[in-house]
């Protein structure tokens, strides 16, 4: 592709959303955009990662496979446009199409609701708004549980996959873009590959709950009324539509690097892990919270 990676999106919330994500001459509806997010050529930095059976602390990990470590791509792009094994091709292809529908859905539902609003058709906007608080959860639940999966995973065999720091410039909340730029900058000061790895994975998966929580929260108040300042809640509600996306757009790429340095004898054992971490509940008091739990025990 060109030396770039794709990022799909679905419906886009609002026409300001459409020109924010693809810029002149498209329409609303399923749309691929190769290397591009916003206006913004995505270009992924090029980072040589060595793969090593020992843990950052010079310990043996908890666990080893018997055949020799795979052979990995150069850095992400190369991933992307790797051909996995017909078992693993199949593994990815199932969480992405999951995923792709989930948040198809509720994208699909708010960008009815704004349109309904632009048209004038408040009450009917405020309803459809308050049933995309439900789809983002149903979204973002298995979302955040293939990110813990990963980091699980990751902590547990010592998979070290390709992974490229964060860009700011993707995110349009206040939040998403300090998140990110602290991503980058640790990227820097982190010179363990697997250190690095667990942070990105962590840093998402902080971002998909807060993001989770506060779009969930603004459009259960549009919908009953109770939102102090319409308007900004309508702008809150796109914007972290535009970050959720994001982080999925990520999330997808994470996902096939970490199955192209994956041993075939792990995948049940993952696949295992998602399903497991996908049902964990907001509630749920095994749900880790805070930075530190990517690297407790390291």
């Not at 699909?108 to 004038?120: D, M, P, R, T, Y």
């Not at 408040?122 to 979302?143: I, W």
């Not at 892990?273 to 964990?280: A, K």
Request: a neutral charge.
């Amino acid at each position: 592709m060109d030396g770039t990676y794709s990022l799909r999106h679905g419906a886009c919330a609002g026409e300001a959303g459409i020109s924010r994500l693809a810029g002149e001459g498209t329409t609303v509806g399923w749309l691929v955009i190769l290397g591009l997010l916003g206006h913004k050529e995505v270009v992924v930095k090029e980072i040589l990662l060595i793969y090593s059976a020992i843990s950052a602390l010079g310990r043996p990990l908890l666990k080893s496979d018997s055949r020799p470590a795979l052979s990995r791509g150069r850095c992400v792009q190369q991933d992307w446009r790797t051909s996995l094994p017909v078992e693993k091709a199949l593994v990815f292809q199932e969480h992405e199409r999951h995923l792709e529908l989930l948040y198809n859905m509720f994208s699909v539902s708010l960008n009815e609701a704004i349109a309904l609003k632009l048209a004038g058709l408040l009450p009917k906007a405020l309803r459809t708004v308050g049933m995309s608080s439900e789809l983002c959860g149903r979204m973002t639940r298995p979302l955040a549980g293939t990110l813990r999966a990963l980091q699980e995973h990751a902590k547990h065999y010592g998979t070290v996959p390709n992974a490229a720091p964060l860009d700011p410039d993707n995110y349009h909340r206040l939040r998403g873009q300090r998140s990110a730029r602290m991503s980058g900058l640790l990227d820097r000061v982190l010179f363990s590959h697997r250190l690095q790895f667990l942070h990105k994975v962590n840093t998402l998966e902080e971002m998909v709950e807060d993001l989770d929580r506060d779009f969930r929260c603004v459009a259960t108040d549009l919908a009953g009324g109770l939102c102090t300042d319409p308007e900004r809640g309508w702008h809150e509600v796109d914007a972290g539509h535009y970050d959720l996306n994001t982080c999925l757009r990520e999330t997808i790429v994470l996902l096939k690097s970490f199955l192209v340095v994956l041993p075939a004898g792990q995948l049940g054992d993952f696949e295992k892990t998602v399903h497991d971490q996908s049902q964990i509940t907001d509630g749920d008091p095994t749900r880790r919270h805070g930075r530190m739990g990517a690297f407790a025990g390291q």
